[in-house]
């Protein structure tokens, strides 16, 4: 008899750990008074862009000379105010603080060993990984083919690191959302807890189309798209659970000519849906192993956030992890920076829907900590979009006076717009931290976008025409 013990381990996510070589050229400082003078300009200019918008009775600004550490403008900026995905900073800040560059989160795979099968359970363990994939499923598989495994008599799957509550607070808000951003957290997710539903024509006019997924026993499909002989592609699927499958009914039509087509849509039941891509990735090995699917334990990007929440609250507060224990870890690392946190209100990690109720002074006190702080300044930065360049900010900011020097995080739902970050300028003695949070614009995405970028666009020619005197 042999004991199996093998494990994955990755550290925090990219979104959340990087690293970021800054090159810096020194050059001579302003005067007191010169500063002081620019300052003045430079709120005098940034007020002038707020009162000229008609949005401006909508929105909150606060910007910090981080040179200085004095207050540059501030607009409302002291009332609480939904931040959307603005909220993924203070997840993100809190995790490098608390959990560090170095934290793993490990998945293992543990069971015994007699002769060429593992009796007593096969059991796959997880500890909040958001990165696993069916891809780590088959080393696992394959992993046993090597230690001479050809049967299996239980999968055993154990989401205990976090709790019961696979649906982050407040995304009950969208009850018929199938799409992969309102996805489910649990201790073990595949995949980011998404599927893909792949469709194609069948062989002639009349003829089943094609619907294959991944972990095929966690659904129970019916299938009625039909194959047409012209006409444009119409795919409609609708799923709900029944037990402890999903049910996926498709209906439509798929010309002969139209190429297969690919959905992703998420998982209602995450630790189910684990349970059969690992059963595919042995089967697919040619591992034997029965149709038992055992829940050890509770069950329980958007989905990173809401896993590393529970992660805090796990690794800081006390296991299983709960998004609400995460939640006073977040809260103790701001107090822990300085932040106040009087009027804040923090529902879940990721910002979606309503609940979450942060100032623009908030962010803004957030950012210049981290920026204060040398041992995480760089990796802070380093996971923010680059104006310009890439991310959900790869198409903003391009005519600037010097490239990649804004740093930022946007945040957008129906009737918010939010961008918080950094203008770098072009020494570490000049830069700004902002904050900008814009709500009941439903409709303005546009101007009020408009705005903020009117702001930074006037922050960087500050800077510059500084550095250039």
Do not use: W
């Not at 501030?74 to 809190?94: C, E, F, I, Q, Y």
């Not at 977040?330 to 932040?339: M, P, R, W």
């Amino acid at each position: 008899m042999r004991c199996l013990h093998s494990a994955r381990t990755v550290s925090l996510p990219k979104a959340f750990c990087a690293s970021l070589a800054c090159v810096f050229v020194l050059g001579s400082p302003a005067t007191a008074q010169d500063a002081a003078g620019n300052d003045a300009s430079l709120r005098q200019a940034l007020q002038g862009i707020v009162t000229a918008s008609p949005l401006h009775d909508r929105i909150a600004l606060r910007v910090i000379d981080l040179g200085t550490g004095r207050d540059v403008v501030g607009v409302d900026d002291h009332t609480p105010r939904n931040p959307a995905s603005n909220m993924k900073l203070l997840t993100a800040a809190t995790a490098m603080l608390e959990l560090g560059p170095d934290f793993r989160m490990r998945t293992g795979l543990y069971g015994r060993i007699e002769g060429h099968s593992v009796s007593g359970g096969l059991c796959l363990k997880g500890t909040g990984d958001p990165t696993l994939t069916s891809s780590d499923l088959v080393l696992f598989a394959q992993r046993l083919v090597d230690e001479g495994v050809r049967q299996v008599d239980e999968v055993i799957v154990d989401g205990s690191y976090f709790d019961s509550q696979i649906l982050p607070p407040s995304f009950e808000e969208q009850p018929n959302e199938v799409a992969p951003f309102r996805a489910a957290v649990a201790a073990l997710s595949v995949n980011a807890n998404a599927y893909t539903l792949r469709v194609r024509p069948g062989g002639n006019d009349g003829a089943l189309a094609s619907v294959s997924v991944d972990g095929s026993g966690y659904f129970d499909i019916d299938n009625g798209l039909q194959t047409t002989g012209a006409g444009a592609p119409n795919v409609i699927a609708d799923q709900r659970v029944t037990g402890d499958q999903l049910s996926l009914t498709v209906r439509g039509h798929l010309p002969l000519a139209s190429a297969s087509m690919a959905f992703a849509r998420r998982v209602e039941s995450p630790l189910h849906y684990a349970g059969h891509a690992f059963i595919d990735a042995l089967r697919a090995l040619r591992i034997q192993v029965p149709e038992i699917l055992t829940r050890m334990g509770k069950e329980s990007d958007n989905f990173v956030a809401e896993m590393v929440l529970k992660v805090l609250g796990a690794e800081r507060k006390r296991k299983p992890g709960r998004s609400a224990d995460g939640v006073l870890v977040v809260l103790d690392a701001l107090k822990g920076l300085g932040v106040p946190t009087a009027g804040l209100a923090m529902v879940n990690g990721s910002g979606l829907f309503h609940g979450n109720k942060v100032s623009a002074s908030h962010f803004a006190l957030l950012l210049a900590a981290m920026y204060k702080n040398p041992s995480l300044r760089d990796d802070f930065i380093a996971h923010l979009a680059v104006g310009g360049v890439d991310g959900t900010l790869a198409h903003r900011f391009r005519d600037l006076p010097a490239q990649r020097i804004v740093r930022a995080k946007t945040g957008t739902l129906d009737d918010v717009i939010a961008l918080s970050g950094y203008v770098l300028g072009p020494t570490p003695d000049r830069a700004m931290a902002f904050s900008y949070l814009a709500n009941n614009v439903s409709g303005q995405h546009t101007e009020a976008r408009n705005l903020i970028d009117k702001v930074v666009e006037a922050l960087a020619a500050h800077l510059y025409a500084a550095a250039k005197k």
